[in-house]
């Protein structure tokens, strides 16, 4: 398994920006398909944002399109996201993820709560 450590989240106002850090170890990095998700009070978990092993961008969810971008650096075993215009809506713990042969998404971080004032 990689085990992955997600930080920089925090509290901003509405309008603001964040970025997301995950670094992984353990098993090669490159391998994987990575997902941001998150996780608001009340709510299930949900997919934001999904990027294949070679940096391809599969999938956004719409409230977070144009707004919100998903990189990853394999040399540095890290993947980022960068959270402009921010809402309150968009606050939750943010997970990063791991998905396994079959596209299944098996392997969480602990989260970062990210927190956005109005």
């Known amino acids: 398994q990689v085990q992955l450590v997600e930080s920089g989240g925090g509290l901003v106002q509405a309008g603001g920006s964040l970025r997301l850090s995950c670094a992984a170890s353990?098993?090669?990095?490159?391998?994987?398909?990575m997902g941001w998700f998150r996780q608001a009070p009340g709510k299930e978990r949900e997919l934001v944002v999904r990027?294949?092993?070679?940096?391809?961008?599969?999938y956004y969810t719409d409230s977070v399109k144009g707004r919100f971008t998903i990189s990853r650096d394999n040399a540095k075993n890290t993947v980022y996201l960068q959270m402009n215009s921010l809402k309150p809506e968009d606050t939750a713990v943010y997970y990063c993820a791991t998905a396994n042969a079959a596209g299944t998404f098996n392997n969480w971080g602990q989260g970062t709560q990210v927190t956005v004032s109005s």
């Open positions: 353990g098993r090669t990095f490159s391998n994987y398909f």
């Open positions: 990027i294949s092993w070679s940096g391809v961008i599969t």
